[in-house]
């Protein structure tokens, strides 16, 4: 909803809004995040240059804003800072890993079993259950 939000419960997705300009006319730049636990451990890190052919494509000097959607049930209920990076890969870092927020992901709706799961994500899957037939 375009809201700053420190607390975000694990079953809704949530974006990661990054404004920035561009002075002069760029290619390869790579703009993300990194989600760290509260010890320190990598839970996964980002940018907008991963799988996407528009950010390919030289930046022109002008204002922008690159978006990453983080989807529902992908983290686990935890403490997590999200830090800012930027870099044209095998050039120069444009921008040093900066910690941008701190995140708290809770659990709103109960799952089978209840309470946290071990790890650090808790990615819902598609599982499928079939009945077999009697054994002979």
Same mark, same amino acid.
Do not use: K, M
């Given at each position: 909803?375009?809201?700053?939000?420190?607390?975000?419960? #694990?079953?809704? &997705?949530?974006?990661?809004?990054? @404004?920035?300009?561009? %002075?002069?006319?760029? +290619?390869?730049?790579?703009?993300?995040?990194?989600?760290?636990?509260?010890?320190?451990?990598?839970?996964?890190?980002?940018?907008?240059?991963?799988?996407?052919?528009?950010?390919?494509?030289?930046?022109?000097?002008?204002?922008?804003?690159?978006?990453? #959607?983080?989807? &529902?049930?992908?983290?686990?209920? @935890?403490?997590?800072? %999200?830090?800012?990076? +930027?870099?044209?890969?095998?050039?120069?870092?444009?921008?040093?890993?900066?910690?941008?927020?701190?995140?708290?992901?809770?659990?709103?709706?109960?799952?089978?079993?209840?309470?946290?799961?071990?790890?650090?994500?808790?990615?819902?899957?598609?599982?499928?259950?079939?009945?077999?037939?009697?054994?002979?």
């Amino acid at each position: 909803d375009g809201s700053l939000a420190q607390i975000v419960p #694990v079953e809704q &997705a949530f974006q990661v809004e990054i @404004d920035y300009e561009i %002075l002069a006319s760029v +290619s390869r730049l790579w703009i993300g995040f990194t989600i760290e636990t509260a010890s320190g451990d990598v839970v996964f890190c980002t940018g907008d240059q991963n799988f996407s052919q528009q950010a390919q494509l030289p930046r022109l000097p002008d204002r922008y804003r690159s978006r990453c #959607v983080v989807p &529902a049930n992908l983290l686990n209920e @935890d403490h997590y800072t %999200l830090s800012l990076l +930027s870099h044209i890969p095998g050039i120069r870092e444009v921008i040093r890993p900066t910690r941008a927020l701190q995140l708290n992901t809770v659990q709103r709706d109960a799952i089978a079993g209840g309470g946290r799961q071990p790890g650090f994500v808790r990615p819902v899957l598609d599982w499928t259950i079939t009945q077999l037939p009697p054994s002979p």
